[in-house]
């Protein structure tokens, strides 16, 4: 329209070579195509009679505005989207096992829906585990690059897989972000790009450091990230809010009880210590309202603690040590480890007496605890061992506290103003097995009894249950959630080498991290990984990201792009006939912010869009690269199978969830799989859903889908 700039630029050819452009369309059939091309959809009866009888001129952006903010429009905005990522729902090959990619699919539509900047979109798929504090949804967004097939057959040699996939990802970023035919690269110097052999692998080498090992033994390799849908979403925030509330009875009694309140229905003579310093190695130790210590901060392989407690109490003749469950470590658990467990290989304490100079070590004669695994006994943290220890895995996930008892061989008076001096050593082989939260009392009985955390009040036991229960709970929701597969790196860097011919057994010269030399470098302080590859891709200096963009959102609403070789912007890819306008756009982009919606609203909006379809010059000019006449293109078969269910008023438009297996011929997958796939129809509601929930076998597309890529590798042609 007036004072759009994209109409500007484009008059100023016309008027060089003597071109007069169409009238706009009619009312009618501008509304069923911006309507497709926003939504996939073809227009609402009701917004179809509305627009066309409203002649004000603010009509057609205030539907465009209603367009933009349709949940539908992320889902036909994603479509290309899952093209470009080689999105599927089995892994390719003659196995062609399922996967549950399906969440990372709904996280874009929502990032088209929510309007997310193109350059966090960008970070967020190739880096996102790698941000500060990464949220849930950065990590899943990295599903972008696990989106590869995988090859499961018997008896391929793992390496070469994983060398297979490191090429896939390097490949999808060049050709999604650069525009570049990268592949080429694989074995040679490019032949019409300036870009050498050794600056492919050089780019190869961010994505190598993945923990992947080619390994076809599992369908979902990990490292994976469960992603629960909407119903365990919301019984996961109900389970953590009742948590949240019980752990704040459970400290509300502990400190009642360290005040001096009576225990409810409790004979214990224990009394808890209240920590006055505390040290650790490496983590760092806080005490709790209910004079528990809990561990945090880094999380170290092994870890020795020191706790300080003053005490008035006249004699001691036990020392309790409870290990408190806490929401920080592994599932709720008792550590930081893989299980939760921890391995607790010596426990010393010394008494210094009020006004002594000098500490005495106590010696302990006997020790019990609530539970011992296997060999790890009780007994072994004070067997001089500093290898052996007491652990309390039960065969399966931790999730419940833990506690022993420690009887002195003689009792002993301290008296006012005594200080009781613990050490705890966490010194097994077991990683990052150190307590994550505990407490200490004493007891001046040497019978004292033994009771897990919590037993010795009756209030305290009805809470710990209650807190377990909901505990289990939430275990069972995780472990039942989808689990996607997304990026992570190795705690230890691997080595990139040229591959001879991209063989992946013939390794020649050694390289590191690195990019084009053709393009912007990167700036020396960047992180030498892909979160430093990430930001580079959208940096202010790189000329290419925002133009490869641009290119294909126009791509998408005009049936052919400014330049009409989306994959290819390299010396062998088109000069664009309207090289100044893909200029214009490409800064408007980045400068606006990224903004994805106001860039298709500007080229929605403009006249070049809207123009009459019907003229003269589709002999001369059929591909319509003079921006004379309005876009007319086939509609692709998923868009064709949309409309009809829309018109047909069959149209279920739920968004997001698990994929469905709709209608298509009998035997499709039993075919192609020699018979061990088979095909098993959905039915009710989710047989009319979107086409963007059709469940994808990558060995065989859905056929309904007839003029779609496959899927196999990266595809941004239409």
Sequence with gaps: ???????????????????????????????????????????????????????????????????????????????????????????????????????????????????????????????????????????????????????????????????????????????????????????????????????????????????????????????????????????????????????????????????????????????????????????????????????????????????????????????????LMHPSMTSGGLARSDSGNFVLTDFDITLQRGGAAAGVKLEIANAQATFEQGGHKVGNTFDGDPKSGWAVWEGRQIDRGHAAVFRLKEPVQAGAGSVLTFVLRHGSPHSQHNLGRFRLSVSADQDAPLQSPGQGDRLIAELTAERDGLSKRRDEINKRAPKVMVMADRDNPRQTY????????????????????????????????????????????????ARVAVNRFWQMFFGVGLVKTPEDLGTQGETPPMQDLLDHLAVEFREGGWDTKALVRMIITSDAYKRSSQSDLYADDPDNRLLARGPRFRMPSWRLRDQARAASALLVDKVGGSPVTTYQPAGVWEEASFGKKNSTRGSGDALYRRSIYTYWRRIIAPPAFFDNSNRSVCSVQP
């Design 1 to 323: 329209g007036e004072g759009n700039p994209i109409d500007q630029i484009v008059a100023r050819h016309h008027a060089s070579s003597d071109i007069k452009p169409t009238e706009l369309a009619d009312p009618s059939t501008l509304i069923r195509r911006v309507s497709l091309d926003l939504t996939g959809l073809p227009p609402d009866p009701g917004h179809l009679a509305e627009f066309i009888a409203d002649p004000s001129p603010q009509a057609y952006g205030r539907l465009v505005d209603r367009l933009l903010a349709s949940p539908a429009y992320g889902e036909r905005m994603a479509w290309d989207w899952l093209d470009a990522a080689r999105y599927a729902d089995s892994n390719g090959y003659q196995g062609d096992n399922e996967r549950t990619m399906w969440p990372w699919r709904d996280w874009a539509v929502r990032a088209f829906n929510e309007n997310l900047p193109f350059d966090e979109f960008t970070i967020y798929q190739i880096a996102g585990d790698l941000l500060p504090e990464a949220t849930f949804e950065q990590r899943l967004a990295t599903g972008f690059l696990r989106n590869h097939a995988i090859n499961g057959e018997g008896g391929r040699i793992a390496e070469e897989n994983r060398v297979d996939y490191v090429m896939d990802m390097t490949e999808t970023v060049g050709t999604v972000w650069l525009g570049l035919t990268l592949n080429c690269s694989r074995c040679h110097d490019h032949k019409f790009d300036p870009i050498a052999q050794r600056e492919y692998y050089q780019l190869s080498a961010y994505f190598n450091q993945s923990p992947v090992d080619g390994g076809g033994g599992s369908a979902q390799t990990p490292p994976v990230l469960a992603a629960p849908d909407a119903a365990q979403k919301q019984e996961l925030q109900d389970i953590a809010k009742q948590m949240d509330a019980v752990e704040a009875k459970l400290a509300a009694r502990h400190e009642a009880l360290a005040k001096g309140a009576p225990p409810e229905a409790s004979e214990s003579t224990w009394a808890t210590l209240a920590p006055s310093r505390l040290q650790a190695v490496t983590q760092e130790l806080a005490p709790q309202p209910d004079n528990s210590i809990l561990a945090g901060g880094a999380n170290p392989e092994n870890d020795t603690y020191t706790v300080e407690a003053r005490t008035d109490i006249g004699r001691i003749a036990s020392v309790k040590l409870e290990a």
């Design 498 to 545: 040229i591959l001879d011919k991209g063989i992946y057994s013939k390794r020649l010269d050694e390289v590191q991290m690195g990019t084009p030399e053709a393009l912007p470098p990167m700036p020396d302080d960047a992180p030498r990984n892909r979160l430093g590859l990430a930001k580079w891709l959208v940096s202010d200096e790189n000329p290419l990201t």
